[in-house]
C-alpha cells in the first residue's frame, strides 16, 4: 500500500489473457510500479494510469475491446474516464 | 481464540527456463506462447547429415540466401502455438458449420440464378487446386525453413491452406446436390482450361523453388497478396450483387484469414527488411519478380471474372499489396 493520496492503481488477475494489457500497462507507463504478488498483479501510479486499446492490440495481435479488461479486473482505484480507445484512472 | 491467518507469498528461485531466460531475462515469467515455440529447433551437434540432402545439416541456415544474425527476431503478432490456434480455429469452425448447415437447410443455393451460380463454378471453384499448392508449399517452408517462430506460423498457415481447400470442395458438392460434377469440371478447368493455363505453370514452379524464403514470399506474399483480394472480396461482391450473397457466407473464413494472414507477413517483412540491406533487396527483388509473374498468370482468370474491368480489377489489387510491402520497408 502506498501512503501517497493521489495513489492511483489497477489490479489484475495473474494468468494470460491479463498479461498483454500488463504489458500495455508497462509500455504506457513508464513510471507506474508493478507488482507481481500472488495470483494477481498490482499496477500502481502517481495521480494518472492509462490502459490503451492500441498498445493492448498490438500487443495481442488482435481486436480487442476495452470492455474486456472487466474480464480479468479484480479492483481499482481512482475515477475512471472511459472511452473507445482508452480507459484512464486519476483523481478528479 | 482468534486465528490469525496470514498470506504468505513464495518466491521461485528461477521463473523460466534456461533457454528463455537467455533471451527474455528473468524479470518476469515467460508467456506460453514464448515457452512454446522459442528455440525449439535444434542447432548443434547434428551428427550425420540428411542422405536425401548431403549439402546441408537437418536444420541449416545456408538454405536460404537471406541471412538474419537472430532468426528470431521474428515474432507471430497472433502468438499462435498449439493451444491458441485450435482454440481461435474451431471458434470459427464452428461459425462455417452452422453457416454451411444454414445454407442446406434452407436450400438457398437454389435462390442464386444460374449466370451466378456458373460463374462461381469457373471462377472460385478451380482455386482449391491453388489452395491444395499453398498447403504443398508452407509444408515445405516448414521443413526447409529455419527458426521455430518462422516454422510455426507456415505449419498453421499449411493447414488452414487445407481446410479452405476443403471449404471450396463443400461449396462445390452444395451447389449440386451432392453431386462431383462441379468439382470434376473444375478440376477439368485446372488442368486444361487456357485461362488457368498460366496460374497453375506458375503454382507448380513453385513446387520446384530451393531457397525456402523466395518460396515464402512467392506464396505467402504475393500470391495470397493477389488471390484473396481479388477473388474472396472483390469478386465476392459482384457475385452478391447478382444475386450470389449465399456464396458470401460460405467463403467468410477466407476473407477473415486473408485480415489475420496480413499481419504476420507484414511483420515478417518488416523484420527481415530491417535486418540490412542485402536482405532488403533481395526480397524487393523477390517481390518484383513473383508480382510480374503472377499478375500476368491471373490476368486471363480475372478477366474471365470481371470481363473487360478484370484488368484494372487485378492492377488495383497489385498497387494494394506492393502499397503495403512497400510500408514494410521494401522497395517495391
Known amino acids: 500500500m502506498s501512503d501517497k493520496k493521489n495513489t492511483v492503481f489497477l489490479i489484475l488477475q495473474d494468468n494470460e489473457e491479463a498479461r498483454p494489457i500488463i504489458d500495455a500497462v508497462e509500455q504506457d507507463n513508464p513510471e507506474a510500479n508493478i507488482q507481481y504478488q500472488p495470483g494477481l498483479v498490482r499496477m500502481e501510479a502517481d495521480a494518472r494510469l492509462v490502459v490503451n486499446r492500441e498498445t493492448v492490440e498490438e500487443n495481442l495481435g488482435r481486436d480487442w475491446d476495452i470492455q474486456e479488461l472487466h474480464i480479468n479486473l479484480i479492483s481499482l482505484g481512482g475515477h475512471v474516464t472511459e472511452d473507445e480507445d482508452q480507459i484512464e484512472l486519476s483523481w478528479h | ?164 481447400a476443403q471449404y471450396i470442395s463443400r461449396i462445390g458438392l452444395l451447389v449440386d446436390g451432392n453431386e462431383t460434377t462441379t468439382l470434376d469440371a473444375a478440376k477439368k478447368d485446372w488442368m486444361e482450361a487456357p485461362e488457368w493455363q498460366g496460374l497453375r505453370h506458375a503454382v507448380e514452379d513453385m513446387f520446384v523453388l530451393t531457397d525456402w524464403f523466395e518460396l515464402m514470399i512467392a506464396q505467402n506474399f504475393v500470391l495470397d497478396g493477389l488471390i484473396f483480394p481479388l477473388f474472396f472480396d472483390r469478386f465476392e461482391r459482384k457475385l452478391s450483387a447478382e444475386g450470389g450473397a449465399t456464396i458470401a457466407m460460405l467463403t467468410e473464413f477466407m476473407t477473415e484469414w486473408y485480415a489475420e494472414t496480413a499481419r504476420w507477413t507484414n511483420a515478417l517483412a518488416k523484420v527481415t527488411a530491417k535486418e540490412s540491406d542485402a536482405n532488403s533487396q533481395l526480397l524487393s527483388e523477390w517481390v518484383n519478380k513473383w508480382t510480374d509473374r503472377l499478375v500476368e498468370a491471373i490476368e486471363p482468370v480475372a478477366i474471365k471474372a470481371f470481363g473487360s474491368e478484370g484488368a484494372d480489377q487485378l492492377a488495383e489489387v497489385k498497387q494494394e499489396l506492393l502499397a503495403r510491402l512497400g510500408k514494410q520497408g521494401l522497395s517495391v
Not at chain 2, 45 to 74: C, G, Q
Not at chain 2, 76 to 105: C, L
Not at chain 2, 120 to 142: F, K, Q, S
Open chain 2, 1 to 164: 481464540m482468534s486465528i490469525e491467518i496470514s498470506a504468505k507469498s513464495i518466491t521461485p528461485i528461477r521463473k523460466n527456463y534456461g533457454h528463455i531466460e537467455a533471451r527474455f531475462g528473468d524479470k518476469k515469467p515467460a508467456s506460453r506462447y514464448q515457452e512454446a515455440v522459442y528455440d525449439v529447433q535444434p542447432t548443434t551437434n547434428f551428427h550425420y547429415r540428411p542422405l536425401w540432402d548431403k549439402d546441408f545439416e537437418l536444420y541449416d541456415t545456408s538454405r536460404t540466401a537471406i541471412v538474419m544474425e537472430d532468426w528470431y527476431s521474428f515474432a507471430d503478432p497472433r502468438q499462435y502455438y498449439y493451444g491458441t490456434y485450435t482454440i481461435a480455429r474451431s471458434k470459427q469452425q464452428e461459425v462455417a458449420e452452422h453457416n454451411y448447415a444454414f445454407v442446406d437447410k434452407r436450400d438457398l443455393m437454389d435462390t442464386i440464378p444460374e449466370e451466378t451460380k456458373q460463374a462461381m463454378r469457373d471462377i472460385l471453384i478451380p482455386l482449391r487446386h491453388v489452395e491444395w499448392g499453398a498447403n504443398m508449399n508452407n509444408c515445405d517452408i516448414t521443413d526447409k525453413g529455419y527458426g521455430s517462430t518462422i516454422c510455426t506460423v507456415t505449419m498453421f498457415n499449411a493447414m488452414d491452406r487445407l481446410g479452405m
